[in-house]
């Protein structure tokens, strides 16, 4: 029996995005994958064969591997502008000032405590976003993107008070 790519989406799309969503936190990259699954087995439709396994565990095995692809390119990935956005936190390339200081202060004590502590244990300890994510009990996806949200967020205070532009 052949099942149309119409039928397959229509039949795995929400057991797909369950998957997913159980392994990826972030919502835009959970899409990215789910749409990526999808047209990795349509593409791939014509040479499924039933007699090898069902279509679920077939659809499954794509699913998994998209998965470990994004951890994959994750790891891989070069720091990106946004991830040294605050070049604020070198101080060998300008002393801070104790006005700049105290801003920092009060913008990190702004921030929801898990987001800080990604800030202090990446830019204070010194430690990389994998050894961050050990650290604190998170995945190495969640601790960049909890780090890029905070930096943001950094960033939007700092330039309320005049000190980062």
């Not at 070198?90 to 929801?112: F, G, M, Y």
């Not at 800030?119 to 190495?140: C, H, N, P, Q, W």
Request: glycine share 4%; net charge negative.
């Amino acid at each position: 029996m052949k099942i149309t790519p119409e039928e397959l989406y229509n039949a795995y799309r929400e057991k797909v995005e369950r998957y997913i969503c159980s392994h990826v936190g972030n919502e835009h990259d959970r899409a990215d994958i789910v749409q990526q699954v999808f047209l990795n087995a349509i593409s791939a439709l014509e040479s499924y064969d039933p007699e090898k396994a069902s279509i679920s565990t077939w659809l499954y095995a794509i699913t998994r591997n998209a998965v470990i692809d994004y951890y994959r390119n994750l790891e891989k990935a070069p720091l990106s502008a946004d991830d040294n956005e605050l070049q604020l936190f070198s101080s060998e390339e300008r002393p801070l000032s104790e006005e700049t200081l105290d801003a920092l202060a009060d913008a990190l004590e702004q921030l929801p405590e898990r987001e800080r502590k990604i800030i202090v244990l990446r830019f204070y300890g010194g430690y990389s976003a994998k050894e961050t994510a050990e650290k604190i009990g998170l995945s190495y996806a969640n601790v960049r993107f909890l780090q890029y949200a905070a930096l943001k967020k950094l960033r939007k205070f700092l330039e309320e008070t005049g000190l980062f532009e």
